[in-house]
């Protein structure tokens, strides 16, 4: 048995380690790092209760002072804040440095966040090209201690908000989370879902192209977030859980006079993002991944609640909907491939659609959505790197629409059919400069060259 004194050292070593390590920004960091560090903790945890042990079992020295020399109950607490683990995949293999180191106070407050600035020119039409500083992020966080944790996100779209602007204020998330068991946590409060790729993870850092993919935009509305309560597991195998209750739809926000955000974005047009929240109907969600070889995720969520809220000013009342998606991700060397799937349902708005006959846009009863994306590191040298990329994406927001008479549904658009071809410039893992084309296949008026620089910290 090793002297009390080296053990004191490991552990000191140990939380050190750990202090330096943790970050509020976890949800952003690679999954490498992300169980390297719940690994220090796990180890962490049980030197302590080796230790305590240990000197049951020993006198302890009185140091110079009459005390004693070390105390476990005086060990230094990780600071900062624990988000949900990112997504398998979040982040390109070839970028592994520290992301979203944040900066802390001797306190425990930490501090982290993301902008992106854009700019979009649609094809042969110079007058409509239009620049904006489109999101600007502060996230600050917690660490009460080694187990309960609180982080906030507040965004800002646009550049300014006021009430002739277009800019949007918003908490992004406002939650506190806390480890029941090691690989068990709970949070509590306005948190992002764990559906797709993009909602938990939307770094411009993270993602390829200027702009946030279609599909998980318009079929699965962007950071997508509820009140709520919800659970996290993870399993030494690499599976990993997510369950919760949270806050649904308001189909009351749905605009007969004929909406382009309703046709933009069926979800999108009616969340309620945590404000005077209608709560008569509840709404339930599942996820699985696993993560378990490397440089591969396979996973999929379930979604499923009210969107009626019970309002007696509607005429369908008990309308819910439902949200399933599949995903997949394989990164090897220099690749890295993704696709994903997903469908929404409406249920029980029949009677809606009927009373409101002869609107623009009746409640669809199914929207779904596909893409399949493949990058390549072309070249790296340090911090520098040049990442092109492909994708194609096919989408319908509008598939049918029930309760309405016959001869007065609106026509069934076709599929959105859109091709983006681009790269990003890395000046640094957390710092880049992007460029793309988007062809829409039977829209060519949406055509565009897209210029973008997005960063984190």
Same mark, same amino acid.
């Given at each position: 048995?090793?002297?009390l004194t080296?053990? %004191?050292?490991?552990?000191?070593? /140990?939380?050190?380690?750990a202090?330096?390590?943790?970050s509020?920004?976890?949800?952003?960091?690679?999954?490498?790092?992300?169980?390297?560090?719940?690994?220090?903790?796990h180890?962490? %945890?049980?030197?302590?209760?080796?230790?305590?042990?240990?000197?049951?079992?020993?006198?302890?020295?009185?140091?110079?002072?009459?005390?004693?020399?070390?105390?476990?109950?005086t060990?230094?607490?990780?600071? +900062?804040?624990?988000?949900?683990?990112?997504? $398998?995949?979040?982040?390109?293999?070839?970028?592994?440095a520290?992301?979203?180191?944040?900066?802390?106070?001797?306190?425990?407050? *930490?501090?982290?966040?993301y902008?992106?600035?854009?700019?979009?020119?649609?094809?042969?039409?110079t007058?409509?090209?239009?620049?904006?500083?489109?999101?600007?992020?502060? =996230?600050f966080?917690?660490r009460?201690?080694?187990?309960?944790?609180?982080?906030?996100e507040?965004?800002?779209?646009?550049?300014?908000?006021?009430? *002739?602007?277009?800019?949007? #204020?918003? &908490?992004?998330?406002?939650?506190?989370?806390?480890?029941?068991?090691?690989?068990? $946590?709970a949070? /509590?409060?306005?948190?992002?879902?764990?559906?797709?790729?993009?909602?938990?993870?939307?770094e411009?850092?993270r993602?390829?192209?200027?702009?946030?993919?279609?599909v998980?935009?318009?079929?699965?509305?962007?950071?997508?977030?509820?009140?709520?309560?919800?659970?996290r597991?993870t399993?030494?195998?690499?599976?990993?859980?997510?369950?919760?209750v949270?806050?649904? &739809?308001?189909?009351?926000?749905?605009?007969?006079? =004929? $909406?382009?955000?309703?046709?933009?974005s069926?979800?999108?047009?009616?969340?309620?993002?945590?404000?005077?929240?209608?709560?008569?109907?509840?709404?339930?969600?599942g996820?699985l991944?696993?993560?378990?070889?490397?440089?591969?995720?396979?996973?999929?969520?379930?979604?499923?609640?009210g969107?009626?809220?019970?309002?007696?000013?509607?005429?369908s009342?008990?309308?819910?909907?439902?949200?399933?998606?599949l995903?997949?991700?394989?990164?090897?060397?220099?690749?890295d491939? *993704?696709?994903? $799937?997903?469908?929404? %349902?409406?249920?029980? #708005?029949?009677?809606?659609?009927?009373?409101?006959?002869?609107?623009?846009?009746?409640?669809?009863?199914?929207?779904?959505?596909?893409? =399949?994306?493949?990058?390549?590191?072309?070249?790296?040298?340090?911090?520098?790197s040049l990442?092109?990329? /492909?994708?194609?994406?096919?989408?319908?927001?509008?598939? +049918?629409?029930? +309760?309405v008479p #016959?001869?007065?549904?609106?026509?069934?658009?076709?599929?959105? %059919?859109?091709?983006?071809?681009?790269? *990003?410039?890395?000046?640094?893992?957390q710092?880049?400069?992007?460029?793309?084309?988007?062809?829409?296949?039977?829209q060519?008026?949406?055509?565009?060259?897209?210029? =973008?620089?997005?960063?984190?910290f």
């Amino acid at each position: 048995m090793f002297p009390l004194t080296f053990q %004191r050292a490991s552990l000191s070593a /140990v939380a050190t380690a750990a202090l330096a390590m943790c970050s509020p920004a976890q949800a952003q960091t690679p999954p490498e790092l992300l169980q390297e560090l719940r690994s220090m903790q796990h180890e962490l %945890r049980a030197v302590r209760a080796e230790l305590e042990a240990l000197k049951r079992q020993q006198p302890v020295a009185d140091s110079p002072t009459g005390g004693s020399t070390w105390s476990a109950q005086t060990a230094p607490q990780t600071p +900062g804040v624990s988000p949900a683990p990112a997504v $398998s995949g979040s982040a390109p293999p070839w970028t592994p440095a520290p992301a979203m180191a944040a900066t802390e106070a001797p306190s425990g407050v *930490s501090l982290f966040g993301y902008g992106e600035l854009t700019m979009s020119r649609p094809r042969g039409n110079t007058a409509g090209a239009v620049a904006t500083a489109r999101r600007g992020v502060l =996230g600050f966080a917690y660490r009460f201690n080694d187990r309960t944790r609180m982080a906030a996100e507040l965004e800002i779209e646009n550049a300014v908000v006021s009430a *002739s602007d277009q800019g949007e #204020v918003a &908490f992004e998330q406002l939650y506190i989370e806390h480890d029941l068991q090691d690989r068990l $946590s709970a949070k /509590v409060g306005l948190f992002l879902l764990p559906v797709g790729y993009m909602n938990e993870t939307h770094e411009p850092t993270r993602y390829f192209g200027v702009h946030r993919n279609l599909v998980e935009t318009a079929i699965i509305p962007s950071t997508w977030r509820e009140l709520g309560v919800g659970l996290r597991g993870t399993h030494a195998s690499g599976l990993r859980w997510d369950a919760g209750v949270v806050t649904g &739809f308001d189909l009351t926000k749905w605009s007969s006079a =004929g $909406s382009s955000e309703t046709q933009a974005s069926p979800l999108g047009a009616i969340h309620q993002e945590g404000q005077q929240a209608k709560a008569a109907t509840l709404a339930t969600y599942g996820a699985l991944n696993f993560d378990g070889l490397p440089g591969i995720n396979v996973g999929g969520s379930l979604y499923n609640g009210g969107a009626g809220q019970k309002q007696p000013d509607i005429a369908s009342p008990n309308a819910s909907v439902t949200l399933a998606e599949l995903h997949a991700r394989w990164q090897s060397g220099p690749w890295d491939l *993704s696709t994903l $799937s997903a469908q929404g %349902r409406f249920h029980d #708005v029949s009677t809606f659609n009927a009373t409101a006959a002869g609107i623009a846009n009746p409640v669809p009863s199914l929207f779904r959505g596909w893409y =399949g994306q493949a990058a390549y590191r072309l070249w790296q040298q340090g911090d520098f790197s040049l990442v092109p990329f /492909v994708r194609y994406e096919q989408l319908n927001t509008a598939l +049918g629409f029930a +309760g309405v008479p #016959v001869g007065l549904a609106p026509s069934i658009a076709p599929d959105t %059919r859109v091709w983006t071809v681009g790269a *990003s410039y890395y000046l640094h893992p957390q710092v880049v400069l992007k460029i793309d084309s988007q062809r829409y296949l039977n829209q060519s008026a949406l055509d565009k060259l897209n210029l =973008g620089v997005g960063f984190h910290f």
